[in-house]
């Protein structure tokens, strides 16, 4: 059994569909966390963590199938994940740093665009 299967075009192609709409739902759970009241947590928390799953395995899955599991670039992009799927449940319990979380937030998610798109390692 070949546990590297090259993709095809249709599942590569829902791979990066779900995958970029998984990212989006997860950075915008992290923003409604830092402006939701604090009775949102719990469904916020719910869908920032389904997101985060979502976003974890159809991107595996991508580098996987594209890229063979090489490329530095990757673990980069695992770290930012990483990253934002703890800021959800920061902003709930340390409200007064919403700013930090929102900051932080956009730098990984323009680090993680970043090393998609110029692999630079």
Do not use: D
Request: aromatic share 12%; net charge positive.
């Amino acid at each position: 059994m070949n546990l590297i299967a090259a993709l095809s075009p249709h599942e590569y192609n829902s791979l990066r569909i779900l995958h970029v709409l998984s990212v989006i739902g997860l950075v915008g759970t992290v923003f409604y966390a830092c402006a939701g009241a604090p009775e949102t947590r719990k469904k916020v928390l719910m869908w920032s963590g389904i997101a985060s799953l979502l976003a974890l395995l159809t991107g595996f899955r991508l580098w996987q199938g594209a890229y063979g599991l090489t490329g530095g670039w990757a673990v980069v992009k695992l770290v930012c994940w990483l990253g934002l799927s703890a800021f959800a449940g920061l902003a709930y319990r340390r409200r007064a740093q919403a700013g930090l979380w929102l900051k932080l937030t956009l730098v990984l998610t323009a680090t993680a665009l970043a090393m998609v798109y110029v692999k630079p390692f």
